[in-house]
Each structure stands twice: as C-alpha cells, then as structure tokens.
C-alpha cells in the first residue's frame, strides 16, 4: 500500500492521544502509508508528517473568534496540502469548530471524510445531523447510543468503542501510591476532579470546596485530594485551596490512583467520568456555565443527560446539574448521602459494574484503523 497517504486532524490534546494509538494500528498493518495531518506530539512520535502543530490551538468554544487569524493560516495550508497531494482519505478526530471546514474543503474536492469521536450532535445541536451528512463518507462512533442516532440521520456508522479504554487497559494503577493516598485515616476520601482546563478549575474548584466544607461539617473525618492535571494549574489551585481553608492533599498527575483511593469523586463532566466509572467509584458530576450561557444553552440541548456515564446508562445513575450558580448545597447533599446511605452507594457502583462491561473493552484504535483503511483499499 505505498504512496497511499491519510491526512488525519487532531487538534486537542485528548485527539492527540487517541490520533497517535490511531497512527500506531494503522503502520502497523500497513506499513507504506504516509499519515500527514494536524497534532500534537504524541501523533509526531507514532509516524505523522505534521503539517501545523496544534499546541497553541486548543480553544474553548468562547475562545474561537480570537483564534481566527491563526487557524485561518493553518486551514488554508491544509486545503494547499488537499489540492497538491491529494489525499486518500481525511480522518477528523472531535476538535468539531475546526474540522468541519476541513470537511467541506475535503468534500469539495472529492475527498472521502471520516469523522472518528465525532461531534455530540446527539447531545445539543441535533438539527446539525443533516450537514454532517453532506460532509462525511463515514463515522466511527465510541458509545453504542451513537450508532443507532447516526442510523436514524442515514449516516454510514461504524460502532468503534472508546479509545479510551485502551489506553487505561495499558495503565497499570500504582497500588503503593494508592495505599499512601488512602492512608492517614479512618474516613472516607473524597477526590476532586475540577477539570483539566484551567477555566474549569475557577468555575468548579470553588463550587466543590465549599461542597467539600459542608461535607467535612456532616462527616468530621472526611479527608480530600484534589486533582491537578498539569502543573501550571498548581498555582491557580493553591490559592484557591487558600482561601477556601480546606485542608486537602492536591496530586499532580496520578489521575487513576486518585480515583482509585476514592470513596467518593467530585468531578468535572466530560471523559474523566468514565475514567471514574472504569474504577466503579461513586461520583457527583458539575457542570457550570454564565446564567446567560444556561438560559442560551438549555432549549438547544438534545438529551435529559449532562454526564456520559448517565447518558450510556440511559438513566440516572450518579446524580449530576447542570448549573448557572454556585450550588455547592446540593453537591453536599448529594455526597452526603452517597457516604452515609450504603444501600444507595451499592446501588451506584453496581450499576457502573453494570455499564463498564458493555462499554470498557480495549480495541477501539485497532479496530477504526481498518475500517479507515478499508476505505483506502477499494
């Protein structure tokens, strides 16, 4: 399969990971195919010929306008690359407010499109469905619901599974760290997950020390860990450890040993729940937005879930709010009763049990890389 070249678009750090697993699989059975594209890194390391590195392009959705001098440089240099090399196919990896311009760009010049971890159109947005099918050949979806929804739309779907799970099969949990971390007391430990973004933290963080200070009022020996997922957030934390006076361990890294010295997680949404599933550990889930962003956001979302590990239970199991305030009463209460309601934790941690073995299967990366090479092969 030489001089066949996949042009793959990755521009998070968490597209970054699972674009190099997706790099790996592919070399792997076809070692001829040159893999151009956007990404990190992790993707340069697995055999990508970078055309743009994506360090500096990771943006929240409030971010976009400021960034589109520079992204307007890197998408024209892709579309250059679309004319002159012409690409087998274009593989996109989430990254949605960028990638679908590249969609188009690649659909006008007859370029199969393959969107893997896709846009949650399912989630807000599912008027959007009719244009992703104008733009794409194919999608690899991660969570089963997301089959049978692109099924609905007409759209080609392929049920891939989460990348994720295959890096955490690779992961082995420190258990020595995990004994320092849960050790020093008979209480429960609680861990705190504010997020990975350092505007997550100031939204969150406040929200689960105060929690956590209602917690420590109804459950004197309660203990805490907070999560710092890179150091430059450390600072941030500090001060804001500080000012709220919570005696709390704050980690750098170590996520899964974190969660596994948890009896209790208070966490962000988005991935890290299933990471906190994965370890079948009860969790309170927070999101929190401007009063405007909520009044805005609210008609247009398309589930009755926020967190992932509700929306693949298709219940809810772990509570989780969507919230416009600081509702660190109802985060309080809600752990509260998880820690003093036995039956209740039981139930919760049964039902990820539950929804883990469906879901938790390494194989994701090998399998959407044959499927994309499927698709070269014709």
């Given at each position: 399969?030489?001089?066949?070249?996949?042009?793959?678009?990755?521009?998070?750090?968490?597209?970054?990971?699972?674009?190099?697993?997706?790099?790996?699989?592919?070399?792997?059975?076809?070692?001829?195919?040159?893999?151009?594209?956007?990404?990190?890194?992790?993707?340069?390391?697995?055999?990508?010929?970078?055309?743009?590195?994506?360090?500096?392009?990771?943006?929240?959705?409030?971010?976009?306008?400021?960034?589109?001098?520079?992204?307007?440089?890197?998408?024209?240099?892709?579309?250059?690359?679309?004319?002159?090399?012409?690409?087998?196919?274009?593989?996109?990896?989430?990254?949605?407010?960028?990638?679908?311009?590249?969609?188009?760009?690649?659909?006008?010049?007859?370029?199969?499109?393959?969107?893997?971890?896709?846009?949650?159109?399912w989630?807000?947005?599912?008027?959007?469905?009719?244009?992703?099918?104008?733009?794409?050949?194919?999608?690899?979806?991660i969570?089963?619901?997301?089959?049978?929804?692109?099924?609905?739309?007409?759209i080609?779907?392929?049920?891939?599974?989460?990348?994720?799970?295959?890096?955490?099969?690779?992961?082995?949990?420190?258990?020595?760290?995990?004994?320092?971390?849960s050790?020093?007391?008979?209480g429960?430990?609680?861990?705190i997950?504010?997020?990975?973004?350092?505007?997550?933290?100031?939204?969150?963080?406040?929200?689960?020390?105060?929690?956590?200070?209602?917690?420590?009022?109804?459950?004197?020996?309660?203990?805490?860990?907070?999560?710092?997922?890179?150091?430059?957030?450390?600072?941030?934390?500090?001060?804001?450890?500080?000012?709220?006076?919570?005696?709390?361990?704050?980690?750098?890294?170590?996520?899964?040993?974190?969660?596994?010295?948890?009896?209790?997680?208070?966490?962000?949404?988005?991935?890290?729940?299933?990471?906190v599933?994965?370890?079948q550990?009860?969790?309170?889930?927070?999101?929190?937005?401007?009063?405007?962003?909520?009044?805005?956001?609210?008609?247009?979302?398309?589930?009755?879930?926020?967190?992932?590990?509700?929306?693949?239970?298709?219940?809810?199991?772990?509570?989780?709010?969507?919230?416009?305030?600081?509702?660190?009463?109802?985060?309080?209460?809600?752990?509260?009763?998880?820690?003093?309601?036995?039956?209740?934790?039981?139930?919760?941690?049964?039902?990820?049990?539950?929804?883990?073995?469906?879901?938790?299967?390494?194989?994701?990366?090998?399998?959407?890389?044959?499927?994309?090479?499927?698709?070269?092969?014709?």
């Amino acid at each position: 399969m030489t001089n066949k070249k996949i042009f793959i678009s990755a521009g998070e750090a968490s597209g970054d990971l699972h674009g190099a697993n997706l790099i790996k699989e592919i070399l792997d059975s076809a070692p001829g195919v040159e893999i151009h594209g956007l990404g990190r890194q992790r993707m340069v390391e697995r055999g990508l010929h970078c055309l743009h590195s994506m360090d500096n392009h990771s943006v929240m959705w409030a971010e976009t306008l400021t960034r589109i001098p520079a992204l307007w440089g890197v998408y024209k240099d892709c579309v250059n690359f679309f004319q002159s090399h012409r690409p087998q196919v274009v593989v996109l990896i989430d990254y949605a407010g960028f990638n679908l311009y590249l969609a188009q760009a690649a659909r006008k010049l007859d370029i199969p499109v393959v969107y893997y971890i896709c846009p949650q159109l399912w989630a807000h947005g599912a008027w959007r469905v009719k244009k992703l099918k104008r733009l794409v050949s194919k999608v690899l979806v991660i969570y089963p619901f997301e089959e049978r929804f692109y099924t609905r739309a007409g759209i080609p779907v392929c049920y891939v599974g989460h990348p994720l799970f295959d890096e955490l099969a690779k992961r082995e949990v420190d258990a020595e760290l995990v004994d320092k971390l849960s050790s020093g007391g008979k209480g429960p430990l609680i861990s705190i997950l504010p997020g990975s973004r350092s505007q997550e933290i100031k939204k969150l963080l406040p929200i689960f020390l105060k929690a956590a200070g209602l917690i420590k009022e109804g459950i004197p020996e309660s203990r805490f860990l907070i999560s710092c997922g890179h150091i430059d957030h450390l600072p941030l934390i500090h001060t804001m450890v500080k000012r709220y006076g919570l005696d709390a361990e704050t980690v750098v890294g170590s996520l899964g040993e974190i969660i596994e010295a948890a009896t209790l997680c208070l966490t962000a949404s988005g991935t890290v729940t299933l990471e906190v599933a994965y370890h079948q550990k009860p969790m309170i889930v927070a999101y929190r937005v401007t009063p405007f962003a909520y009044f805005v956001a609210r008609p247009y979302m398309d589930t009755p879930f926020l967190s992932l590990v509700n929306t693949v239970a298709e219940r809810f199991l772990v509570p989780e709010k969507f919230m416009y305030r600081d509702d660190y009463p109802w985060v309080a209460r809600q752990a509260l009763e998880l820690l003093t309601g036995e039956g209740k934790r039981d139930g919760v941690v049964q039902g990820l049990s539950s929804i883990m073995g469906d879901i938790a299967r390494p194989g994701a990366s090998a399998t959407a890389a044959q499927e994309i090479l499927g698709m070269i092969q014709r």
